[in-house]
């Protein structure tokens, strides 16, 4: 007999594809279907998802590809076999920063779409620019700037808005949008974020922002809970703050807010019930972290080509090198977001230059490396009265700090505070295995400081536990060092949930919408039904209590390196300046 029980959708609109993924209230997955905007398109001559003008540095998406893969995926769960009555609730995760311009017709096409018909036949004049800013876009530099500027420095705009003036941010995008296509900004009715868009066609109508999306805008004042009249003022251009509100809309704190029925488009065309209740979509790396959940003082380190590490947290201290977004479900709380452009890569070069020295390329190419950063002590000291081997790795230029590509050596002694540049005392690249990976590490810990609290017993504030994802996360070696160097009262966790996070995040969301008790959090109701087992396992020790003394001593050496370092490329580019280079 078929079943009837409730069941949930939760897209995800990423760069290079759209997801659809559809769970039970037991958050089973129970159907998937995905559109890969290269393979599976028509129509568009896009690479990678995207549009590029490299003469501005633009990268951008057409929109009606978006409106392609809905139609397809929706079609494909179809044929699957899904029963579209038995589904309650549908949310979603859209990639962070892009936007959508919507014309004045648009609220008469949403509303009158025809089931005959499919989306993109029916919408291109819904849109007043065809195209979304993508987050690789970087042409916007001298709005950033002037972001930057308008609350007096980078440090007062990240404290209003959680977040220093970033290319890919939407408030800077919209700035350049109303000077290079004023015309267009004046034909625009309403701008939606990725996030807010899925949800729109959904709804029949243009959906509000999401409470957390809205904080990747470098708009919203966050501690205010409200946009900031004296940055609407330098975005809104030439145009007027209140029509630039009127083209935002408002933003509402629950993000478990019904905002309406599934549209009667939906309901004919493929049989979703009228009390199918739309949830507000958020965005990718927010949807991360519903993926879990994170509980408050969780940590999740995403080892890939780049490293990110997300964290819930109730610490509101912002910072330019660092993100602040509000939580997309819980008041209250924060997500606190680290990007940097080193990390496997970084490893790589080590691992390759000791599988070279050593001329052994094992049939596991972390063989070596590993057994070298494993039988390497902690911050290379023989002994305790040994300086300590302090590095920075970067085969690209970091953000975090922002410095160019390059490598650093030093050594430390923290009984005096010296702190010496020097490769003497080093064994490269044999030293560098586990150097690298403190490196990395240390720099977590620095920028976590003041946002975890002790898990109780006496313990130093920690992470309650770390997570690790992505394709370090299977070497063991990163994952005992990282619970040395973050701790983890309850050890160090892999989590594999494929690349699936964005889909079952928003799957989860909708599920809490719907099901939620009243006042339930949403980790209350998904840490219940959540099956750890399914998806966690833990393969590290966190806290040690020895080497995490050891290791808080280390990062007074290691930011007093990062300053050194910055300083110098300061001074270095003040030389160049002055000799005319």
């Known amino acids: 007999?078929?079943?009837?029980?409730?069941?949930?959708?939760?897209?995800?609109?990423?760069?290079?594809?759209?997801?659809?993924?559809?769970?039970n209230s037991e958050l089973k997955v129970e159907y998937i279907a995905k559109f890969d905007f290269d393979a599976d398109s028509t129509g568009f001559p896009i690479k990678k998802g995207v549009l590029t003008n490299e003469a501005e540095h633009e990268v951008f998406a057409p929109v009606a590809l978006w409106l392609q893969a809905l139609d397809t995926v929706l079609g494909s769960l179809h044929k699957q076999g899904l029963d579209f009555s038995r589904v309650k609730g549908i949310s979603g995760a859209g990639q962070q920063h892009g936007s959508v311009y919507w014309s004045y017709d648009?609220?008469?096409?949403?509303?009158?779409?025809?089931?005959?018909?499919?989306?993109?036949?029916?919408?291109?004049?819904?849109?007043?620019?065809?195209?979304?800013?993508?987050?690789?876009?970087?042409?916007?530099?001298?709005?950033?700037?002037?972001?930057?500027?308008?609350?007096?420095?980078?440090?007062?705009?990240?404290?209003?808005?959680?977040?220093?003036?970033?290319h890919r941010f939407t408030g800077p995008q919209i700035l350049r949008f109303t000077r290079k296509h004023p015309e267009v900004y004046q034909k625009t009715a309403r701008?939606?974020?990725?996030?807010?868009?899925?949800?729109?066609?959904?709804?029949?109508?243009?959906?509000?922002?999401?409470?957390?999306?809205?904080?990747?805008?470098?708009?919203?004042?966050?501690?205010?809970g409200t946009y900031d009249e004296k940055i609407l003022q330098l975005c809104s251009g030439n145009f007027g703050v209140e029509d630039l509100k009127k083209k935002l809309g408002q933003v509402y704190e629950d993000g478990g807010l019904h905002l309406g029925s599934v549209h009667q488009y939906y309901r004919e065309r493929y049989g979703f019930s009228a009390d199918c209740t739309v949830i507000p979509a958020t965005g990718d790396?927010?949807?991360?972290?519903?993926?879990?959940?994170?509980?408050?003082?969780?940590?999740?380190?995403?080892?890939?080509?780049?490293?990110?590490?997300?964290?819930?947290?109730?610490?509101?201290?912002?910072?330019?090198?660092?993100?602040?977004?509000?939580?997309?479900?819980?008041?209250?709380?924060?997500?606190?977001?680290?990007?940097?452009?080193n990390g496997?890569?970084?490893?790589?070069?080590?691992?390759?230059?000791?599988?070279?020295?050593?001329?052994?390329?094992?049939?596991?190419?972390?063989?070596?490396?590993?057994?070298?950063?494993?039988?390497?002590p902690p911050m290379g000291q023989q002994s305790p009265s040994d300086p300590m081997k302090l590095g920075l790795f970067f085969p690209r230029p970091e953000i975090v700090p922002n410095l160019p590509a390059g490598q650093w050596h030093f050594t430390y002694d923290p009984a005096t505070g010296d702190l010496t540049e020097t490769t003497t005392?080093?064994?490269?690249?044999?030293?560098?295995?586990?150097?690298?990976?403190?490196?990395?590490?240390?720099?977590?810990?620095?920028?976590?400081?003041?946002?975890?609290?002790?898990?109780?017993?006496?313990?130093?504030?920690?992470?309650?536990?770390?997570?690790?994802?992505?394709?370090?996360?299977?070497?063991?070696?990163?994952?005992?060092?990282?619970?040395?160097?973050?701790?983890?009262a309850?050890?160090?966790?892999?989590?594999?949930?494929?690349?699936?996070?964005?889909?079952?995040?928003?799957?989860?969301?909708?599920?809490?919408?719907?099901?939620?008790?009243?006042?339930?959090?949403?980790?209350?109701?998904?840490?219940?039904?959540?099956?750890?087992?399914?998806?966690?396992?833990?393969?590290?020790?966190?806290?040690?209590?020895?080497?995490?003394?050891?290791?808080?001593?280390?990062?007074?050496?290691?930011e007093a390196m990062e300053n050194r370092v910055l300083e110098q490329v300061r001074l270095a580019k003040g030389n160049d300046h002055v000799h005319g280079k």
């Open 425 to 488: 005392g080093w064994t490269t690249p044999q030293d560098e295995a586990r150097a690298i990976i403190e490196s990395q590490m240390l720099s977590l810990r620095l920028r976590s400081r003041g946002l975890t609290q002790s898990p109780g017993n006496g313990l130093p504030a920690q992470p309650r536990r770390v997570y690790l994802v992505g394709g370090g996360s299977k070497n063991k070696a990163i994952a005992k060092i990282a619970g040395e160097i973050l701790g983890g």
């Open 285 to 341: 790396n927010p949807a991360t972290i519903l993926a879990l959940p994170l509980r408050p003082s969780d940590a999740m380190v995403s080892l890939g080509t780049s490293t990110t590490f997300l964290m819930s947290t109730s610490s509101y201290r912002p910072d330019p090198a660092t993100h602040f977004f509000n939580h997309p479900t819980t008041a209250g709380l924060y997500m606190f977001m680290l990007c940097y452009k």
């Open 1 to 23: 007999m078929a079943s009837h029980s409730p069941l949930y959708i939760g897209f995800d609109l990423s760069t290079q594809q759209l997801k659809g993924l559809v769970v």
């Open 344 to 376: 496997g890569l970084a490893r790589e070069h080590v691992r390759d230059a000791i599988n070279e020295t050593l001329k052994d390329t094992p049939a596991q190419p972390w063989a070596n490396f590993d057994e070298i950063a494993l039988t390497t």
């Open 490 to 558: 309850e050890g160090v966790f892999k989590l594999d949930i494929g690349d699936n996070a964005c889909a079952l995040g928003a799957a989860y969301k909708a599920v809490w919408g719907i099901e939620r008790a009243e006042g339930q959090t949403f980790e209350h109701l998904v840490g219940q039904r959540w099956r750890e087992e399914d998806f966690v396992e833990k393969i590290a020790d966190g806290y040690q209590e020895d080497v995490f003394e050891l290791y808080g001593k280390a990062v007074e050496g290691f």
């Open 191 to 224: 701008i939606s974020l990725v996030s807010s868009f899925i949800a729109s066609l959904f709804l029949g109508h243009v959906a509000p922002f999401d409470i957390s999306d809205v904080c990747g805008m470098n708009l919203w004042n966050i501690k205010q």
């Open 106 to 166: 648009a609220a008469e096409l949403l509303h009158k779409l025809d089931p005959k018909r499919s989306l993109e036949e029916q919408l291109p004049g819904a849109f007043s620019h065809p195209y979304s800013p993508n987050w690789q876009d970087s042409s916007t530099q001298k709005e950033c700037d002037e972001f930057d500027e308008i609350l007096g420095s980078p440090e007062q705009l990240a404290q209003a808005t959680g977040s220093k003036a970033h």
